[in-house]
């Protein structure tokens, strides 16, 4: 299908970095939504940069993952900053002390002592506002913390039966009120967040998976709009076949859609979905885009995920549909991976921007599509992802001969890495180019934020101001104007 005509998010060349906000430095135990944040965003601005690309930010569970979330529209509790929250008068600093779930409930009591009538005001507007999602949420969360995952709860909680409901409710109210009012203060703070990244010339952009974690308050809410049993566990699941990278494949294990529910609903759950996130985002990068052209069905009880089949998805219908309310759409698509013509005329359909990995280019093939010669301009290029090792640490791992074909294919860089894969990103034809933090601060083994297919250790790197190069903003800000991708 042609891309003539056919409008795209990204308006003109500019430069992003990854960061994801768990990272900022902080005493907390994740980076926060307070002065660290709007002091990234500063660092941005002086560095000519104009897009902050950041992870999932729903409530994570246990081991942090941002793509297994308990709820595809609240924020995760764990990014509020509580300082600001003193200076409201609703915490004390010793109540800070406290650590954040107990903070938040001492913060909600001073927030009703306050007699602060805007505030009042603000926090009924909020919860009528995102009263489709939130009190399911709030639910949800005060049951969860009490009994666990939802499947086990008892049938009439689980089956969601109306007197089961409100009496755990009207017990559990203190706890669903705590959970609304953390909403309420996470989207406050994200407002000024974005408020200030606007002010500054930034972009945020998001990130949004594609499935839904079992274990979430929309897939208890709306059971109907997923393939589970009659007990609330799936019957089949999510993933992705045997490649190159592993021989029994990938199976995730989220439930899959019910696609002709979704659809017969008017696809409003993905309207939903996406008005929540550009309440937060500029852009959102749709994590595994193939998988609305086609995807990789498992049953739930196969170990991994070779015994699947592809199922066709109605990706036209509901793009289509999601075009009607946002147009252009701002959505980026995530097409790493083996994609197939089918997925490429979906992309193109809806003039969606692709993304390319310098580090997946240098394979030796002149036809790799990752190298940056090929890109199209409607496209986002990357060093590498939150799933990539760093670019220094990748490099170090090559092969001497391959060390030597990278070093051919860029020029024979006198600067040291990352340094001339960073030009290669900032100097190629995509619209946006997208620089991990890491790589900016040019780290190697040990800092990357995630390896996939291992369940430890990854998602926590951080990084100290102490660490940013002082002439790091003015470097990038030369390359960012040299490169064409500065502007206001």
Known sequence: MSTQGAPCCLERRTAGVL???????????????????????????ASGVGVWQMLPVGPTGPDGSPYQSSS??????????????????????????????????????????????????????FCRRHSGWLEDYALFSALHAERGGWWTWTAALRDREPQALAQARARLHERVAIARFEQFVFFRQWAELRAHAHACGVKLFGDMPIFVAHDSAEVWAHRELFDLDPDGMPRVVAGVPPDYFSATGQRWGNPLYRWDAVE???????????????EL??????????????????????????????????????FSCLR?????LPVVAEDLGVITPEVEALRDRFGLPGMKILQFAFS????????????PERSVVYTGTHDNDTTLGWYSSLSEGARAYVQEFLGYPQEPMPWPLIRA????????????MQDLLGLGDGHRM???????????????WDAVPVHLADRMRRLVSLYGRFGR
């Open 324 to 328: 009607r309310v946002y147009d252009p």
């Open 450 to 464: 995630n390896l996939p297919g291992s369940s430890a250790g990854n998602w926590g790197w951080r990084f100290e």
């Open 72 to 125: 595809v529209h609240a924020g995760n509790p764990r990014l509020i900053a509580l300082e600001p929250l003193v200076a409201e008068g609703w915490l004390t600093t010793e109540q800070v002390a406290a650590g954040l779930p107990r903070a938040m409930a001492h913060a909600w009591q001073g927030f009703r002592a306050s007699g602060d009538a805007h505030a009042r005001s603000a926090f009924e507007e």
């Open 19 to 45: 960061l994801h906000l768990t990272s900022l430095p902080g005493t907390g135990p994740v980076g926060q939504l307070g002065p660290s944040a709007r002091r990234f965003v500063d660092f941005l601005s």
């Open 264 to 278: 017969r609903d008017g696809f409003g759950f993905w309207i939903d979905r996406l008005r929540t996130q550009l």
């Open 364 to 375: 030796g093939q002149p036809d790799n599509p990752y190298l940056p010669f090929w890109y």
């Open 281 to 318: 985002f500029d852009i959102v990068r749709v994590d595994h885009f193939r998988g609305f052209e086609a995807y990789w069905e498992i049953p739930a009880s196969e170990p991994d995920a070779v015994h699947g089949r592809w199922v066709k998805a109605p990706g036209e219908a509901l």
């Open 425 to 436: 990103a900032l100097a190629s034809n995509a619209r946006l180019a997208v620089i991990p």
